[in-house]
């Protein structure tokens, strides 16, 4: 009997250890979903399954009013720095009940034996602070708010991503690689999309690959998103060039992570030049009709000035000023409805004619009610 309670002791100890290791973050009962399409179902920072990672997931809303959804705070973070999201419209998957909650409210347990998501720190949330205590005494850890719990991904944000950056460039990389040139259709082209979920929801619902589980299609994903995209934008002669740092004054996004939408606005003013970075032309048009709108600017349209955006199909830098430009099409940009352009008229024609566009315009010829109206 002695043994067999010694035994016991062995097991529980042991099962403790291997469910912290191999703790399971996956949901156990209908994943709610705030975004909105067929990408719902994936982070659209990361990639990963929001169903996967339900048990550390957030969701909250860019100042845009758009509902955005993550499989973990780290990816909150990282969109935060680039959109400015309103924290108080932040909510989280309460670890127990797996409801969504007030974030601001939740009790976060840091530091715990179970892997963290995206992150090397775990941060599980919980509506009641006795049972992240109880949580605490199985799996370790402290509790902390919100605002700490942000705070410490925000700070480890570097480090965390470089380190994972490793593990992508030696595994999952290679792997995606394979999984594109043996199972899926070359002409994929991943410039085409805006964000990694869209990615990979339209490879899945539209079969452009052989049947994939989850693992295999994020491995892909990855691949074409952070590798294949961007050396097929390295290849492009004469493009927009912008900086990783360079944020729209219009709605703050970094402009590099569109390179298909980059446009530019230089004034010439005493002998030097005020250049600005937009990604998409109807964010450089409401900045060039009125730039101090946006901030405090010492240029005006007035000024002479030099316009470059990115040709549509080439994916190269044009006059903007003589560019043909279709609006009203059935093409997103970053912001929604955009004026697409075009160095020929012979592609805006054609691209009019396959994406149900509304007219033709040349760029003297762009209204700023017109640009606004975009926005509907």
């Excluded at 020929?344 to 762009?366: P, T």
Aim: with cysteine; aromatic share 14%; net charge positive.
């Amino acid at each position: 009997m002695r043994y067999f309670f010694l035994l016991l002791i062995f097991l529980s100890f042991f099962c403790t250890f291997i469910n912290a290791k191999d703790f399971s973050k996956k949901a156990s009962k209908e994943v709610v979903y705030t975004q909105k399409g067929e990408e719902k179902k994936w982070c659209p920072i990361c990639g990963m399954s929001i169903k996967k990672y339900y048990k550390t997931s957030h969701t909250s809303k860019l100042q845009n009013e758009t509902s955005r959804q993550y499989c973990s705070i780290r990816c909150l973070v990282k969109d935060d720095l680039e959109y400015g999201i309103n924290k108080n419209s932040v909510q989280v998957v309460d670890f127990i009940s797996e409801k969504l909650i007030n974030a601001k409210s939740a009790y976060y347990v840091l530091g715990s034996e179970v892997k963290g998501t995206m992150s090397r720190i775990s941060k599980l949330a919980f509506l009641k602070e006795e049972e992240a205590k109880a949580f605490i005494k199985k799996y370790s850890g402290q509790i902390k708010s919100f605002d700490e719990a942000f705070d410490e991904a925000k700070k480890n944000l570097k480090t965390d991503t470089s380190f994972f950056k490793t593990k992508k460039v030696k595994k999952i990389y290679p792997k995606g690689k394979r999984i594109f040139e043996k199972l899926c259709s070359p002409d994929i082209d991943p410039t085409m999309y805006l964000e990694i979920n869209e990615l990979k929801a339209d490879i899945k619902n539209n079969k452009l690959c052989k049947k994939l589980d989850e693992s295999r299609l994020h491995a892909l994903s990855l691949y074409l998103w952070e590798v294949k995209r961007l050396g097929e934008q390295s290849v492009v002669e004469n493009k927009v060039q912008v900086k990783d740092n360079e944020k729209c004054p219009v709605c703050g996004m970094f402009v590099a992570k569109y390179p298909r939408w980059a446009a530019k606005l230089y004034y010439l003013h005493n002998d030097h030049t005020h250049d600005f970075s937009f990604d998409g032309v109807k964010d450089l048009m409401k900045f060039y009709f009125n730039p101090t709108k946006w901030g405090d600017y010492k240029v005006s349209k007035n000024m002479q000035n030099t316009i470059l955006v990115t040709d549509y199909y080439s994916q190269k830098g044009i006059d903007g000023k003589k560019a043909y430009y279709v609006i009203g099409s059935d093409v997103y940009g970053p912001m929604g409805h955009e004026l697409i352009p075009f160095e020929k008229i012979e592609d805006a024609k054609v691209f009019k004619k396959d994406h149900a566009g509304i007219k033709i315009v040349q760029f003297n010829e762009i209204k700023e009610k017109e640009v606004y109206k975009l926005d509907e």
